[in-house]
């Protein structure tokens, strides 16, 4: 019997299959597919000149002259936020892996770089963090109830508006939102009572824009005794600039840390910041009821 080792379980070897390895689930990098900008290469800090109020004009009478325009300019700043992540190789790990243990986490470690990225860019703002849309000053709100309430058509409409009273509906425009929601949006009627066609139907477009769920939009915000709401960002994504330091990702190979063992630490390290062109070019829903 293979069940006793004795018996005849020591006859049964294991097939190790390192050609079929399987990687671990993670969120799918989605704000450069979404438009947003990258700047590589920088050095210094980045200071990006703006137009902040515009000149105003006047009616004026014959011979009459026009008052002086109000204009006023401001700054975009930009300066390196590092974000890194590293991973100690035990020397008889790197002989004896299939597949090779360094080319393996080092992928891993890239992409999870490029995760971070997304996720900050979303909604970052926290200690050593570049400040993400959700943490922008002045972007646009769409509120649902005091402790938040189901989507309907009427705030999908509005966040469209948002965007729009502001002359800021243009560029690469699109929705993005959580898992959860798009799975509400997809179960609740236009006009209620009235209208069998569903806020998302199957072509994940709204008013012909694209609608992009994902887990790094938060999920778990709270307002008033509501709990586990989610976000809804509707904006211009090429208004979302991420800036890039130095030639690219650090990928650094340490032998001599864990010398005495033989073991082999892999780091890597990227230097970015984040950065919202205008607010306007977004508005966001952060109290969507989905359960």
Same mark, same amino acid.
């Given at each position: 019997?293979?069940g006793s080792a004795t018996?005849?379980?020591?006859? &049964? ?23 947003? &900008? *990258? =700047? @590589?290469?920088?050095?210094? +800090? ?31 700043? =930009? ?11 035990? /020397? ?13 986490? *080092? ?38 109830? +005091? ?8 705030? %999908? %409409?509005?966040?469209?508006?948002? &965007? ?8 690469? /425009? ?8 798009a799975a509400k949006l *997809?179960?609740?009627?236009? %006009? ?11 072509? @994940? ?26 976000? =809804? ?5 090429? +208004?979302?600039? &991420? ?21 082999? *630490? ?10 919202? /062109? ?9 109290? =969507?009821?989905?359960?």
């Open positions: 019997t293979v018996a005849g379980g020591n006859l &049964v070897g294991t097939i190790h299959l390192g050609d079929r390895f399987i990687d671990a689930l993670r969120a799918k990098s989605i704000i450069f597919e979404l438009g947003a &900008v *990258r =700047m @590589s290469g920088l050095g210094g +800090d980045v200071a990006i000149p703006a137009l902040n109020a515009k000149t105003t004009a006047y009616w004026v009478a014959e011979n009459g002259a026009p008052t002086e325009g109000a204009r006023t300019v401001r700054q975009i700043t =930009m300066s390196p936020k590092t974000v890194g992540a590293y991973v100690d190789l035990s /020397r008889k790990l790197m002989i004896q892996s299939s597949p090779a243990a360094e080319e393996m986490f *080092r992928s891993d470690m890239v992409q999870q770089i490029a995760t971070a990225i997304d996720t900050v860019a979303i909604n970052g703002g926290g200690s050593n963090e570049p400040t993400g849309i959700l943490q922008t000053t002045g972007i646009g709100s769409v509120a649902m109830g +005091d402790n938040g309430l189901a989507p309907t058509w009427a705030s %999908v %409409v509005n966040l469209i508006k948002e &965007v729009a009273i502001d002359n800021a509906e243009q560029g690469s /425009r699109a929705f993005l939102t959580t898992p959860q929601a *997809r179960s609740i009627a236009k %006009v209620s009572g009235t209208d069998s066609k569903m806020i998302l139907d199957d072509k @994940s477009e709204l008013f012909g824009y694209k609608v992009i769920a994902t887990s790094l939009v938060p999920s778990n915000l709270t307002k008033g005794s509501g709990s586990s709401l989610s976000a =809804m960002i509707f904006g211009n994504f090429n +208004d979302l600039v &991420v800036g890039q330091w130095g030639l690219g990702l650090d990928v650094l190979f340490d032998p001599y840390t864990g010398s005495s063992t033989g073991a082999m *630490r892999v780091t890597v390290f990227l230097d970015v910041d984040v950065a919202v /062109r205008h607010a306007e070019s977004f508005a966001v829903i952060q109290d =969507m009821v989905t359960t």
